[in-house]
């Protein structure tokens, strides 16, 4: 089974400027979710969504992060304007899960390591 | 109070030893529980589900007490490549399936 995969795996951009990320989850998997994991700290959830629809984007900051996932499967994460604050890794995870009561485990790939100067 | 809190780390302790990592949980409505192993600029992966009776796998053990809405993970005899970072995640069944990860224990197992 091939995994989640990731790109770019590094990126240095300067404050203001835009960026993206790609995600593509393993085949089947209904759930993706995107990670933001700043040094020294857990994951923290950004977005998860279920198919192409969203289940939760409450700790998205919308004003210049924005998420989709045309189709139901991949998913493109892109941050516009960059600040300082958002130099961290950035991982794509994926689950077969298809409802709350699901406990299908994440499956991550490799990240995106953000640097903003 | 976060959603997820774990025992600040880091622990270092001596090859062969036994450690024991603690995680709370503030939402009562957390259904299912997990504990993950990340090492240094890797991405984390699945180490153990958390089931409500405890379970075992090897030399790991994890335990859950729904009461005190804590959950545990017991590693014995601890090897070298033991050394990483657990985290501890929670899925919220009343917030769509919301997983959730606590701040993370090192552990630095030293020979």
């Known amino acids: 089974e091939a995994g989640v995969a990731q790109s770019p795996r590094y990126k240095i951009i300067e404050k203001r400027q835009s960026v993206a990320f790609w995600c593509n989850p393993i085949?089947?998997?209904?759930?993706l979710y995107w990670y933001q994991q700043i040094l020294g700290q857990g994951p923290k959830l950004l977005i998860q969504f279920q198919n192409n629809g969203v289940v939760d984007d409450s700790q998205l900051p919308k004003d210049r992060f924005s998420a989709e996932r045309l189709k139901g499967v991949d998913s493109t994460l892109k941050i516009q304007p960059a600040k300082l604050e958002d130099s961290a890794v950035y991982l794509c995870?994926?689950?077969?899960?298809?409802?709350?009561?699901?406990?299908?485990?994440?499956?991550f790939g490799n990240g995106t390591r953000l640097t903003v100067t | 109070r976060k959603e997820v809190e774990q025992d600040p780390g880091p622990f270092n302790v001596p090859e062969g030893a036994t450690v024991a990592f603690n995680c709370t949980y503030s939402n009562s409505a957390s259904q299912s529980f997990f504990w993950y192993r990340q090492d240094c600029r890797k991405e984390p992966k699945l180490l153990m589900s958390v089931y409500s009776s405890g379970n075992e796998d090897g030399r790991f053990t994890a335990q859950l007490n729904r009461a005190s809405q804590y959950i545990s993970l017991l590693i014995r005899d601890s090897k070298l490549s033991d050394s990483a970072t657990y985290l501890c995640v929670v899925n919220i069944w009343n917030q769509g399936g919301k997983l959730i990860f606590g701040q993370g224990t090192e552990l630095s197992v030293k020979p």
């Open positions: 995870a994926s689950s077969r899960g298809q409802g709350a009561n699901d406990n299908s485990p994440l499956h």
């Open positions: 085949s089947g998997h209904a759930t």
